[in-house]
Nanobody, 125 residues
Framework: QVQLVESGGGLVQAGDSLRLSCAASGLTSSSYIMGWFRQAPGKEREFVILIVGKGDRTAYSDSAKGRFTISRDNAKNMVYLQMNSLKPEDTAVYYC??????????????????WGQGAQVTVSS
């Protein structure tokens, strides 16, 4: 049974940093494309950042560039989202997701097969 469990969310002030963790079980995260998405109230789930299992290539949304980074610890089967210079508009539920290879566009939520339950991130101004 595949499980992705996010942790590390919380309430921070604008300009602060926060690191989210995603613990994977039932799959080897290094063999998948691991992504982070977020969903703000009343909005669609949007792509944030991803890391490709083979070679550790990464891809970022425009909102993440220069502020967010993704990393992994293969020994622990963990994926991390480091968020710096947080803004109130970053407030959302953040989801960890895993996708098999072969999709056309990994910025789309439908390309991912497994999802975590989400972690709330709230950034106050």
């Amino acid at each position: 049974q595949v499980q992705l469990v996010e942790s590390g969310g919380g309430l921070v002030q604008a300009g602060d940093s926060l690191r989210l963790s995603c613990a994977a079980s039932g799959l080897t995260s290094s063999s998948y494309i691991m992504g982070w998405f977020r969903q703000a109230p009343g909005k669609e789930r949007e792509f944030v950042i991803l890391i490709v299992g083979k070679g550790d290539r990464t891809a970022y949304s425009d909102s993440a560039k220069g502020r967010f980074t993704i990393s992994r610890d293969n020994a622990k089967n963990m994926v991390y989202l480091q968020m710096n210079s947080l803004k109130p508009e970053d407030t959302a539920v953040y989801y960890c997701a895993a996708a098999d290879y072969g999709a056309a566009d990994y910025s789309l939520a439908r390309s991912y097969h497994y999802w975590g339950q989400g972690a709330q991130v709230t950034v106050s101004s």
